[in-house]
């Protein structure tokens, strides 16, 4: 079925507040909209990022510093009067990331009438964006997922890891609120105690509560997501499952390569999930297989687009970003037809992971068709976002190899002559150095 005419009179404005400008997500959205003939416009952390770059993006401007909720609304509303004919016009808004999401939610009262977003709260979104509110709507619902716990203190955090055995994941339960430059990950894999105690010692910076969580163990084809679209009425149609082939950081982090692939099993779950939270607009859902009792586990649900969603564009280009301006426009959104071994790489993230796993390969599905891979940053339609994130991840990784040779220079210099021991203890301090 064709992908019924779209509203080109009513523009898209991609919102993300983060600073990462390797977000292939945001470059997918505009590219998905934009050759829809859609005017697209983004937010992003600079004017200058690679996703400014692509032929799909009318203007970009950086996001507002700071970046709250009041600065976000009345920056959309001036975009808004900016690239509308009359102040009845009206503008999607697509939050390309959590806090995104939850800061447009907040203000949807301000921005009700001008700006289109899918109706949901802030309130009932951090249900299931905060990690600890979703372990609880996880148990309210008898939602397999991994043991949990919200421990109150480093020694109960200590307690609480032993229990649950280690190596144990730890996660701030609103890893928005993270503060940049703090050196604090969303998602940490533990190995100790110490390393326990000694993250939870950091809970006051981190802006949320730290818990720590089960480690399922990883493996082939463990690795699950669902991305779909609930639309005004409470209808998914546009919902598909894919498979992690590879990710990065390796075994535990994001896709770097997937596969559309079915699970019926992940895509029930899924499905009767968004009933249950009677959940409205985009949503991506991640899932890991635990072996020993054969349930899918629900690790994450973010509600906005996932950045790999392009996966899941069919034969007529339907995708969840798509479906999003199809409703919200008041056009119907047809079924998902489905392309099995369709696969999506993200250049960057996938040659890491290629790197710290190379032998790892992952046969295609029976029976499912080769398709040539759709790729995150390269399009021959729209070269330019590729040539500036390579130079901009050139720029990265030198950095992080600058950073870590100074720290490897600092770690093997010698201790400045004032505070090197004397004769007299050279002695003692030799047989300190042999133990």
Same mark, same amino acid.
């Given at each position: 079925?064709?992908?019924?005419?779209?509203?080109?009179?009513?523009?898209?404005?991609?919102?993300?507040?983060?600073?990462?400008?390797?977000?292939?997500?945001?470059?997918?959205?505009?590219?998905?909209?934009?050759?829809?003939?859609? +005017?697209?416009?983004?937010?992003?952390?600079?004017?200058?990022? @690679?996703?400014?770059?692509? &032929?799909?993006?009318?203007?970009?401007?950086? !996001?507002?510093? @700071?970046?709250?909720?009041?600065?976000?609304?009345?920056?959309?509303?001036?975009?808004?009067?900016?690239?509308?004919?009359?102040?009845?016009?009206?503008?999607?808004?697509?939050?390309?990331?959590?806090?995104?999401?939850?800061?447009?939610?907040?203000?949807?009262?301000?921005?009700?009438?001008?700006?289109?977003?899918?109706?949901?709260?802030?309130e009932q979104l951090l249900r299931v964006a905060d990690k600890a509110a979703l372990a609880a709507t996880c148990a309210r619902l008898g939602l397999p997922h991994p043991r949990t716990g919200l421990p109150a203190g480093a020694d109960e955090a200590a307690?609480?890891?032993?229990?649950?055995?280690?190596?144990?994941?730890?996660?701030?339960?609103?890893?928005?609120?993270? @503060?940049?430059?703090?050196?604090?990950?969303?998602?940490?894999?533990?190995?100790?105690?110490?390393?326990?105690?000694?993250?939870?010692?950091?809970?006051?910076?981190?802006?949320?509560?730290?818990?720590?969580?089960?480690? /399922?163990?990883?493996?082939?084809?463990?690795?699950?997501?669902?991305?779909?679209?609930?639309?005004?009425?409470?209808?998914?149609?546009?919902?598909?499952?894919?498979?992690?082939?590879?990710?990065?950081?390796?075994?535990?982090? /994001?896709?770097?390569?997937? &596969?559309?692939?079915?699970?019926?099993?992940?895509?029930?779950?899924? &499905?009767?999930?968004?009933?249950?939270?009677?959940?409205?607009?985009?949503?991506? /859902?991640?899932?890991?297989?635990? &072996?020993?009792?054969?349930?899918?586990?629900?690790?994450?649900?973010? +509600?906005?687009?996932?950045?790999?969603? %392009?996966?899941?564009?069919?034969?007529?280009?339907?995708?969840?970003? !798509?479906?999003?301006?199809?409703?919200?426009?008041?056009?119907?959104?047809?079924?998902?037809? +489905?392309?099995?071994? !369709?696969?999506?790489v993200v250049e960057n993230y996938a040659a890491l992971s290629l790197l710290a796993s190379p032998g790892r390969r992952y046969a295609p599905e029976p029976g499912a068709a080769r398709r040539p891979a759709e790729r995150a940053w390269f399009a021959a339609?729209?070269?330019?976002?590729?040539?500036?994130?390579?130079?901009?991840?050139?720029?990265?990784? /030198? %950095?992080?190899?600058?950073?870590?040779?100074? !720290?490897?220079?600092?770690?093997? %210099? +010698?201790?400045? @002559?004032?505070?090197?021991?004397?004769?007299?203890? %050279?002695?003692?301090?030799t047989q300190l150095t042999q133990r």
């Amino acid at each position: 079925m064709p992908v019924p005419p779209f509203d080109t009179r009513v523009p898209a404005v991609l919102v993300r507040l983060d600073r990462n400008p390797f977000h292939h997500g945001t470059l997918g959205a505009a590219r998905s909209l934009g050759r829809a003939g859609i +005017p697209v416009h983004a937010v992003v952390e600079a004017a200058d990022s @690679p996703v400014a770059r692509s &032929r799909y993006v009318r203007s970009a401007r950086p !996001r507002p510093c @700071p970046a709250a909720s009041t600065e976000l609304a009345a920056l959309l509303l001036r975009v808004a009067a900016e690239i509308t004919d009359t102040p009845s016009d009206h503008v999607l808004a697509v939050p390309l990331d959590d806090i995104s999401a939850l800061a447009l939610a907040r203000r949807r009262a301000d921005l009700d009438g001008r700006i289109l977003l899918p109706e949901q709260t802030e309130e009932q979104l951090l249900r299931v964006a905060d990690k600890a509110a979703l372990a609880a709507t996880c148990a309210r619902l008898g939602l397999p997922h991994p043991r949990t716990g919200l421990p109150a203190g480093a020694d109960e955090a200590a307690a609480m890891a032993w229990a649950l055995g280690l190596p144990v994941v730890a996660k701030w339960s609103r890893p928005w609120l993270l @503060p940049a430059g703090a050196g604090l990950r969303s998602t940490t894999i533990l190995r100790s105690l110490a390393e326990v105690r000694e993250l939870y010692g950091r809970t006051s910076q981190a802006g949320s509560r730290l818990l720590l969580q089960e480690l /399922l163990p990883p493996g082939r084809g463990l690795d699950w997501f669902f991305h779909g679209y609930a639309d005004s009425a409470g209808g998914c149609a546009a919902g598909a499952t894919g498979r992690k082939e590879r990710s990065w950081p390796d075994g535990a982090g /994001l896709t770097a390569v997937g &596969r559309w692939a079915p699970n019926p099993e992940v895509d029930r779950i899924a &499905r009767e999930l968004l009933d249950a939270l009677d959940y409205r607009g985009v949503c991506d /859902l991640d899932f890991r297989l635990d &072996r020993t009792t054969g349930a899918y586990h629900l690790l994450d649900f973010n +509600p906005r687009p996932g950045a790999q969603f %392009r996966l899941f564009a069919d034969a007529a280009g339907l995708d969840v970003v !798509r479906a999003l301006h199809l409703d919200l426009t008041g056009r119907p959104v047809p079924p998902h037809s +489905p392309a099995y071994g !369709r696969r999506f790489v993200v250049e960057n993230y996938a040659a890491l992971s290629l790197l710290a796993s190379p032998g790892r390969r992952y046969a295609p599905e029976p029976g499912a068709a080769r398709r040539p891979a759709e790729r995150a940053w390269f399009a021959a339609d729209d070269p330019a976002p590729a040539l500036a994130m390579g130079r901009a991840w050139l720029v990265h990784l /030198l %950095r992080k190899a600058l950073t870590a040779a100074r !720290r490897r220079l600092s770690a093997g %210099r +010698p201790r400045h @002559p004032a505070t090197l021991p004397g004769p007299s203890a %050279r002695g003692s301090s030799t047989q300190l150095t042999q133990r």
